[in-house]
């Protein structure tokens, strides 16, 4: 194998004469020589002009190191040390001169600004200077106490008197009522005014947690309340009842005893098997869900304000007491397997003050059955501004009802249309443009349409007859419209775009969750 000559051995240049010009040591001497030529240059009297030396380096390019004439940085010097910086404890500028007002306070004093302060804050305080270390345990209030881990200690010394806002009771591990009941009745009589337990599951409570008479809010989780509870709570302002275990008798004696209850929720609540009946007249809020196994509901409060209820499949009777002062309304009906007895026309009529309602589920179904035979709601809804509901297009009494409820809203700035699932997927082409012909001539003569109506929102768009139409109709005829907002499968792009192509957007916003896919169009003022 051929290949290229590679000069001798270093140890071959000894003893000559003259050096080479590729040997290492050979150049290395030729380079020394070089530069102390260059150093008698520089310092002989016609040098003068010569400012620096020149870079060896430019001289043999091929070196990487430098001669031992050249004085090179030490290899291990030390990192010098960062100064370190020193703030002014005077500080600048006029802060700096104005004296110290807080610290000066007398100690009366400050325990009265810090006392109306939140704890959290009082105890950052008292960290800035060992005057304010003593300051958390002077307080004659504190906002709240969390107890975790048994065994709970008492949260509060007897001396001197203080004043527990809120205490919550959420044990990691199943514990016994007797592990917490000396902290409830210590908290009682600290005068305790927000109480929040969360248990495991049917893990009673202590008998008498009704009868704190400081309480003002109780919420309670997952656990049970026994049967023989003592029950004094005539301030009670708020009651949160979420997957407990209650007797029927002891929300009677509670709605009794609470003569100021303004808000109430029971969310999946077991132990009223029978049904569950609610009787108040001061109540304003009310959210109820119930267990899956409640097959009734009875709600007698003529003061509501605010109204969410929701049935299960199991539910056969559901009875809601006319409320003339309601304000917003949630109605879900799920899926009844039997024949169920709901009675929604009596509230709705009542409810002429209305201004926002929402009708989920079956209940468009239902309504639809109760104002069949009228061709115009006895009630309009002047102060309805929001309207959402849920119907199937392919029923005929649903497509009408909703026709009802715009022409007796006059003043509807938002509407909410969600497309539930078509049962009726071979109906008939000549019905559909009968109901069709007769839902256009319905809606033309809609006052909030052509007026007030400012946002439309479809949920769940499919390329159907009614919806496409009913969108393009909307889009047209709404004069004062600014937003619209469609929810549609991907598959159903091209249908939306053409049905919205009527009228263009300078604002088009588009985004995707999961399978489906939102077109928000803003047309501005």
């Known amino acids: 194998m051929v290949g290229r000559v590679e000069p001798g051995p270093p140890e071959s240049c000894y003893g000559r004469q003259s050096l080479c010009d590729f040997c290492p040591?050979?150049?290395?001497?030729?380079?020394?020589?070089?530069?102390?030529?260059?150093?008698?240059?520089?310092?002989?009297?016609?040098?003068?002009?010569?400012?620096?030396?020149?870079?060896?380096?430019?001289?043999?390019?091929?070196?990487?190191?430098?001669?031992?004439?050249?004085?090179?940085?030490?290899?291990?010097?030390?990192?010098?040390?960062?100064?370190?910086?020193?703030?002014?404890?005077?500080?600048?500028?006029?802060?700096?001169?104005?004296?110290?007002?807080?610290?000066?306070?007398?100690?009366?004093?400050?325990?009265?600004?810090?006392?109306?302060?939140?704890?959290?804050?009082?105890?950052?305080?008292?960290?800035?200077?060992?005057?304010?270390r003593n300051l958390p345990a002077m307080l004659p209030r504190l906002d709240s106490l969390l107890l975790r881990a048994p065994p709970f200690p008492i949260p509060l010394p007897a001396t001197?008197?203080?004043l527990l806002r809120r205490l919550d009771i959420a044990p990691t591990k199943r514990v016994k009522p007797s592990d917490f009941r000396r902290a409830i009745e210590s908290a009682a009589d600290h005068g305790v005014s927000e109480l929040a337990v969360r248990l495991r599951r049917r893990v009673c409570l202590p008998k008498r947690v009704f009868a704190?008479?400081?309480?003002?809010?109780?919420?309670?989780?997952?656990?049970?309340?026994?049967?023989?509870?003592?029950?004094?709570?005539?301030?009670?302002?708020?009651l949160k009842l979420h997957r407990v275990f209650v007797n029927q008798d002891?929300?009677?004696?509670?709605?009794?005893?609470?003569?100021?209850?303004?808000?109430?929720?029971?969310?999946?609540?077991?132990?009223?098997?029978?049904?569950?009946?609610?009787?108040?007249s001061t109540v304003r809020t009310f959210l109820f869900k119930p267990a899956l196994e409640q097959k009734a509901i009875t709600l007698s409060a003529t003061g509501l304000r605010t109204i969410t209820v929701?049935?299960?499949?199991?539910?056969?009777?559901?009875?809601?007491?006319?409320?003339?002062?309601?304000?917003?309304?949630?109605?879900?009906?799920?899926?009844?397997?039997?024949?169920?007895?709901f009675r929604m026309r009596p509230f709705l009529d009542a409810a002429a003050h209305l201004a926002c309602l929402t009708l989920r589920g079956f209940s468009m179904l239902l309504l639809a059955?109760?104002?069949?035979?009228?061709?115009?709601?006895?009630?309009?809804?002047?102060?309805?501004?929001?309207?959402?509901?849920?119907?199937?297009?392919?029923?005929?009494?649903?497509?009408?009802?909703?026709?009802?409820?715009?022409?007796?809203?006059?003043?509807?700035?938002?509407?909410?249309?969600?497309?539930a699932e078509?049962?009726?997927?071979?109906?008939?082409?000549?019905?559909?443009?009968?109901?069709?012909?007769?839902?256009?001539?319905?809606?033309?003569?809609?006052?909030?349409?052509?007026?007030?109506l400012a946002q439309i929102t479809f949920l769940g768009f499919k390329s159907e007859q009614y919806q496409k139409d009913l969108l393009f109709f909307l889009l047209n005829r709404a004069a004062n419209l600014k937003k619209i907002g469609v929810q549609f499968p991907e598959s159903e792009e091209a249908v939306?775009?053409?049905?919205l192509r009527s009228r263009k957007a300078p604002i088009e916003r588009k985004s995707t969750l999961y399978n489906l896919r939102f077109l928000e169009l803003e047309y501005g003022s």
């Open 496 to 499: 939306v775009r053409w049905a």
């Open 250 to 280: 002891i929300v009677t004696a509670i709605l009794s005893a609470a003569t100021r209850l303004e808000t109430l929720e029971m969310v999946f609540c077991t132990g009223l098997i029978g049904g569950c009946t609610v009787e108040s």
């Open 422 to 452: 078509n049962k009726k997927k071979d109906a008939c082409l000549e019905k559909d443009v009968c109901l069709e012909a007769n839902l256009k001539g319905m809606l033309a003569n809609v006052s909030c349409i052509t007026g007030s």
């Open 160 to 162: 001197p008197p203080r």
């Open 25 to 132: 040591h050979c150049i290395q001497i030729n380079k020394r020589k070089e530069f102390r030529s260059l150093r008698r240059t520089q310092s002989s009297p016609g040098a003068s002009k010569i400012r620096r030396l020149p870079d060896p380096a430019r001289i043999h390019p091929e070196l990487s190191f430098l001669p031992s004439e050249m004085p090179r940085a030490p290899k291990d010097r030390a990192p010098a040390k960062r100064k370190r910086r020193r703030r002014p404890r005077g500080g600048k500028g006029a802060a700096a001169d104005a004296p110290d007002c807080f610290s000066s306070l007398p100690d009366d004093v400050l325990l009265a600004i810090t006392s109306r302060l939140p704890t959290r804050l009082v105890v950052s305080l008292s960290v800035l200077s060992h005057r304010y």
């Open 310 to 341: 929701y049935t299960r499949p199991k539910t056969h009777k559901v009875q809601l007491a006319p409320s003339p002062d309601v304000r917003k309304a949630y109605l879900h009906v799920a899926k009844f397997r039997e024949k169920l007895s």
């Open 369 to 419: 059955g109760e104002y069949e035979d009228t061709a115009k709601l006895p009630v309009t809804f002047q102060d309805l501004r929001t309207l959402s509901v849920s119907l199937d297009f392919s029923s005929e009494s649903e497509v009408v009802l909703l026709a009802k409820l715009l022409e007796s809203c006059p003043n509807l700035q938002q509407l909410t249309v969600s497309a």
């Open 212 to 238: 704190i008479r400081s309480l003002t809010v109780l919420s309670l989780n997952t656990c049970a309340v026994p049967r023989l509870s003592a029950v004094a709570c005539a301030g009670l302002r708020t």
